[in-house]
């Protein structure tokens, strides 16, 4: 081949090339969202910012590395029927769709850095309105079934709640972890069907049955982060005050909260 048809045939290739990449850096998921970079091991930023709303303080890690950082008792917000401070990161009301649409997947490796006796929930899927049909609770309080169940002696059980087609929210142990221990949470809603795995360092991978949801046709939101429950501290009933929520983790210690995720995931089918 001669030196003018080399040329000829790189001044037809390199246009072509130049498309190809232009069409991969556009290249969007479910509904016009943003897929995460190929190969990153995370869901980029942009792609959480385009579909979460924030409520609290910023969890991103500075440079974001898929690394996010949630403080209930830091960030302190409140909601109008809260039982305790969260910090989270919720799906937008426009990015909302009704559980026969809903088809999500959710990742991350996951560090509590909780003092003996807290309760906390780091992922749950709302029903628009105050009821929720999916929540994994990381907790050191008193419970019967599950892998420790014994208050304040700093071993958490982590607990996945279901909601299935009885109304009933049953529940299944995943494991158990200490204070800045890991573990690999999953969780997937596929059109109804719920489930939730998780891998501990001293359990393995344990899961909860593919379960069908109590559901209707409103629409569903996913939420993750630290949302650290309270009760009344003399009761010991559900609270939605603050100032209570305040008395209870001084009588029970809890000065401090951290959830860490890392290696988060978010797909949509």
Not at 33 to 56: C, H, I, N, Q, V
Not at 58 to 63: E, K, Q, R, V
Not at 167 to 178: C, E, I, M, N, Q
Request: with cysteine; aromatic share 8%; glycine share 10%.
């Amino acid at each position: 081949m001669t030196t003018p048809q080399r040329s000829r045939r790189l001044a037809i290739r390199l246009p072509l090339l130049c498309a190809s990449l232009l069409a991969a850096s556009l290249q969007t998921g479910h509904a016009g969202t943003p897929e995460a970079k190929p190969g990153a091991g995370f869901t980029t930023r942009e792609t959480l910012d385009s579909l979460f709303e924030l409520e609290g303080n910023s969890p991103y890690a500075t440079p974001y590395d898929g690394t996010l950082n949630f403080s209930a008792l830091t960030s302190k917000h409140t909601t109008p029927n809260g039982h305790g401070y969260r910090n989270e990161l919720k799906i937008r009301s426009a990015k909302r769709l009704p559980i026969e649409q809903t088809r999500e997947h959710f990742s991350a490796l996951v560090t509590p850095t909780l003092p003996a006796g807290a309760r906390t929930i780091v992922a749950q899927y709302h029903v628009e309105g105050i009821e929720t049909i999916v929540k994994v609770y990381v907790q050191d309080t008193a419970e019967a079934g599950l892998l420790d169940g014994k208050a304040g002696n700093g071993v958490f059980d982590i607990v996945a709640r279901i909601r299935d087609t009885s109304g009933t929210d049953a529940s299944t142990a995943l494991g158990t972890v200490k204070s800045g221990e890991q573990f690999a949470l999953e969780v997937q809603f596929d059109a109804g069907d719920a489930g939730v795995s998780v891998k501990s360092g001293k359990h393995g991978v344990l899961s909860t049955p593919r379960t069908r949801i109590m559901g209707d046709h409103r629409k569903i939101y996913f939420k993750f982060g630290d949302y650290l429950q309270a009760r009344d501290p003399d009761t010991g009933a559900m609270s939605t005050k603050p100032a209570t929520w305040d008395a209870y983790f001084q009588r029970n210690g809890i000065g401090s909260s951290l959830v860490s995720f890392r290696e988060t995931k978010f797909e949509r089918k």
